[in-house]
């Protein structure tokens, strides 16, 4: 634990700054999954739509640094990928 004053605030904020993060990354995962589920249906409405939510999520994890960019263009890729082989 840090003893200076201004120490223990940016740990304490650093801290914050992970949960938010980590909460993010997680919502991103979780889209991701939400539309491969409906890929697995075969659904194409309900993939359309989710893949919406997916890429704007994969979007906002890049905006934030949360992801390289180029790791979000190859997971945005691949989402489009699978939705066109749906077709």
């Given at each position: 634990?840090?003893?200076i004053k201004s120490?223990?605030?940016?740990?304490?904020l650093s801290k914050q700054q992970n949960?938010?993060?980590?909460?993010?990354?997680?919502l991103m995962k979780t889209n991701i999954?939400?539309?491969d589920a409906a890929?697995?249906?075969?659904?194409?409405?309900a993939a359309v739509d989710a893949?919406?939510?997916?890429?704007k999520t994969v979007?906002?994890?890049?905006?934030?640094?949360i992801i390289h960019k180029n790791n979000a263009a190859n997971k945005k890729s691949q989402l489009t990928?699978?939705?066109n082989e749906l077709a």
């Open positions: 634990m840090p003893n120490a223990m605030k940016r740990d304490a949960a938010k993060n980590r909460a993010d990354k997680s999954k939400k539309f890929i697995a249906e075969g659904n194409r409405d893949y919406k939510v997916a890429v979007d906002h994890a890049a905006t934030k640094h990928r699978k939705l």
